[in-house]
């Protein structure tokens, strides 16, 4: 184990009691007093922010020390995929997200992120380079962003009217940037498509 998978290692651990806190939110949001149910939206920004927030982190040192492996080529875009798509659907289970983050916009999200995985099989089993492009990355800036401004408004903020125009400019946001990011890959990968293989 690298030091870069070590801290991706840690990044995934950080994500299942992010997810873990969320299951609570989840649960026992009806019956919790406003109070304790802020401090576990608190917990839960906290631990996002420490888990969304490394992530550069262990990409610097393997590129630092030349311990680019296989592990951290899986491991490293799966954990950034769990955060996000894990904090999505799980806003569909909480009263006060719910009407921000519907259904639809969820399977968006889900579904670019199948599409681009499979395009990127394809295209590294026939020894193509396919890598995260800047729309690619500029896109889990955004909802990286969209998670957060969703998660501090739903607690302490919970009402405010600046943060819920930003969480409606973010998600609004983030469905433009799915949906563009996605279509890029599409296009950059035509030439698979119109390969014999495919």
Known sequence: MTLANKIT???FFVTLLFLAA????????????????????LL???LFLIAAGTDWV????????????HFGRIAD??????????????????????????AWLVVIVLAREFLVHGIRSVAEAQGIEFGANFLGKLKLVIQTFTVGTALWYASYLHGALWTRWLLVVSAGATLVVTVASGAVYVFAARKLFASDKV
């Open 22 to 41: 969320l299951t609570v939110v989840a649960l026992e949001q009806a019956r919790l007093p406003r109070e304790r149910l802020n401090l576990l939206y």
């Open 58 to 69: 262990d990409g610097y040192f393997a590129r630092k020390y030349g311990e680019v492996t």
């Open 44 to 46: 839960s920004f906290v």
């Open 77 to 102: 875009p799966f954990v950034d995929k769990i955060i996000v798509c894990g904090a999505f659907t799980y806003f569909l289970e909480i009263d006060s997200l719910r009407a921000y983050f519907p």
């Open 9 to 11: 290692s840690g990044r």
